[in-house]
T-cell receptor
Framework: GIQVEQSPPDLILQEGANSTLRCNFS?????LQWFHQNPWGQLINLFY???GTKQNGRLSATTVATERYSLLYISSSQTTDSGVYFC????????????FGRGTSLIVHP | DTAVSQTPKYLVTQMGNDKSIKCEQN?????MYWYKQDSKKFLKIMFS???????INETVPNRFSPKSPDKAHLNLHINSLELGDSAVYFC????????????FGSGTQLSVL
């Protein structure tokens, strides 16, 4: 099956800093999604982004499908950005089952 | 209105018991899923189900079984619970064949004593 690797595994920031999270995948994909799991455990879908760039407030994401990676940018980080960020991909020609990376754990200090 | 709801939120039980977790989605989605999140936060697919096909992750013990009374529900039944079953279980849904977003329920934290 497809392999999904996220980096870095852990990230600690001071409030106001910017950061870039990376997701690499081993094969062609139908789609790619980014999720945020907050400290209360809730999983929120941030972006559905099989290719190209999208922005939502302080967050933006870019997927370069031909090079098999996606980036999630967080600008002017806030303490509420803390949590775990997951990338999930569906393999091209697969069975519509998102496969998750192991996540990036982000802590933003005030 | 909660889009994907699962109950209970917490489930504490003894080894050997049988338990169920319920999941309902009101989004009209065609596909529902169960994921298991372990203590290291890794999310692993257990089942995927639409009205045509049930896909089972081969690593899931057959003590686990999904049951779908209708398109909006996918419940998870677990027989003969073991200590290693302790984890957070998430239900999710999407309009998969239209390549749309995946939405999660709030999770059920299962503790087997």
């Amino acid at each position: 099956g497809i392999q999904v690797e996220q980096s870095p595994p852990d990230l600690i920031l001071q409030e106001g800093a910017n950061s870039t999270l990376r997701c690499n995948f081993s094969d062609s994909v139908n789609n790619l999604q980014w999720f945020h799991q907050n400290p209360w455990g809730q999983l929120i879908n941030l972006f559905y982004i099989p290719s190209g760039t999208k922005q939502n407030g302080r967050l933006s994401a870019t997927t370069v499908a031909t090079e098999r990676y996606s980036l999630l940018y967080i600008s002017s980080s806030q303490t509420t950005d803390s949590g775990v960020y997951f990338c999930a991909v569906e393999e091209w020609g697969g069975s519509y089952i998102p496969t998750f990376g192991r996540g990036t754990s982000l802590i933003v200090h005030p | 209105d909660t889009a994907v709801s699962q109950t209970p939120k917490y489930l504490v039980t003894q080894m050997g018991n049988d338990k169920s977790i319920k999941c309902e989605q009101n989004l009209g989605h065609d596909t529902m899923y169960w994921y298991k999140q372990d203590s290291k936060k890794f999310l692993k697919i257990m089942f995927s189900y639409n009205n045509k096909e049930l896909i089972i992750n081969e690593t899931v013990p057959n003590r686990f079984s999904p049951k779908s009374p209708d398109k909006a529900h996918l419940n998870l039944h677990i027989n003969s619970l073991e200590l290693g079953d302790s984890a957070v279980y998430f239900c999710a849904s999407s309009q998969a064949e239209q390549n749309e977003k995946l939405f999660f329920g709030s999770g059920t934290q299962l503790s087997v004593l």
